[in-house]
Antibody, heavy 118, light 107 residues
Framework: QITLKESGPTLVKPTQTLTLTCTFS??????????VGWIRQPPGKALERLALIYWDDDKRYSPSLKSRLTISKDASKNQVVLTMTNVDPVDTATYYC??????????WGQGTLVTVSS | DIQMTQSPSSLSASVGDRVTITCRASQTISNYLNWYQQKSGKAPKLLIY???SLESGVPSRFSGSGSGTDFTLTISSLQPEDFATYYC?????????FGQGTRVEIK
């Protein structure tokens, strides 16, 4: 059974750095073709892709957020970490991690709501 | 960066109606197009991948078609549980963008 779960702070102050962790089970991030990534959704708005890391450590970032994002993995711990620097209230959103295999997001975590406010 | 545009942004239909949602890419993406369903307060769920392949466990009333820049998601006979928002997503690039979503309301 494949599961993913996001964890991290629920409240972050503007200009701070946000760090989110995705802990997964049921698959290996050492398997060829497998990736884990992050997608967010501001309240009442559409999904927005953020970042993706592959089994071979290849990384992809949203062009509009690339300068603020870093994605990393610890395959032995079954974890993927996303950091976002210099957060702003517009970064308030539910953040999802998901399994990327083939050419699609096949399994998703339940999401974690992060609020950016002073 | 390839942009995805969905239409309509919302629709209202009756149970049993045939519903069609369209998605257009800003450049050709072959058949690298996926569809997701998101119910209120839940994570998205994969419905269709590579334009027309039905994900395991998804009811056969859902179907997808298209290639190049224009794609369609069709629900052949709308059911009450299909009330949700639907997103297309291009996978021509490995971190492809999503469309802005189509909200389906039941009349």
């Amino acid at each position: 059974q494949i599961t993913l779960k996001e964890s991290g702070p629920t409240l972050v102050k503007p200009t701070q750095t946000l760090t989110l962790t995705c802990t997964f089970s049921g698959f290996s991030l050492s398997t060829s073709g497998v990736g884990v990534g992050w997608i967010r959704q501001p309240p009442g708005k559409a999904l927005e892709r953020l970042a993706l890391i592959y089994w071979d450590d290849d990384k992809r970032y949203s062009p509009s957020l690339k300068s603020r994002l870093t994605i990393s993995k610890d395959a032995s711990k079954n974890q993927v970490v996303l950091t976002m620097t210099n957060v702003d209230p517009v970064d308030t959103a539910t953040y999802y991690c998901a399994l990327h295999h083939g050419s699609y997001w096949s399994y998703w975590g339940q999401g974690t709501l992060v609020t950016v406010s002073s | 960066d390839i942009q995805m545009t969905q239409s309509p942004s919302s629709l209202s239909a009756s149970v049993g109606d045939r519903v069609t949602i369209t998605c257009r890419a800003s450049q050709t993406i072959s058949n690298y197009l996926n569809w997701y369903q998101q119910k209120s307060g839940k994570a998205p769920k994969l419905l269709i991948y590579t334009a027309s392949s039905l994900e395991s466990g998804v009811p056969s009333r859902f179907s997808g078609s298209g290639s190049g820049t224009d794609f369609t998601l069709t629900i052949s006979s709308l059911q009450p549980e299909d009330f949700a928002t639907y997103y297309c997503q291009q996978s021509y690039n490995s971190l492809g963008a999503f469309g802005q979503g189509t909200r389906v309301e039941i009349k």
